[in-house]
């Protein structure tokens, strides 16, 4: 079974620090301690569904971005290829 908390806290970790954002300031964001964060980091807690959205909008991410890293931007590459596909049917009719 894959361990989705892993890619969590790895994803969660990444994010922040792309963003420039420490512990501490993500925490104030998401009105929560910072033990919550570093907890949630580390692996020892385990993030609520609420906290889960409250992370992602301090991220400016989406939720799904959590668990597969750049999952919104590979939709967008995924409609951008689908889209050169349909223009290249549609110039051959």
Known sequence: MKDYLEDFRMN?????????????QLAI?????T???????SGKAKPSFDMIIRIAEALK?????LFIRDSSKNKIEI???LKNQFEQIIEKL
């Open 35 to 41: 033990g919550t964060i570093g907890g949630i980091e």
């Open 12 to 24: 969660m970790k990444y994010y922040r620090e792309k963003n420039d954002v420490s512990q501490t």
């Open 61 to 65: 991410i989406t939720p799904a971005d």
């Open 79 to 81: 409609k951008k290829q």
């Open 29 to 33: 964001i998401c009105d929560c301690g």
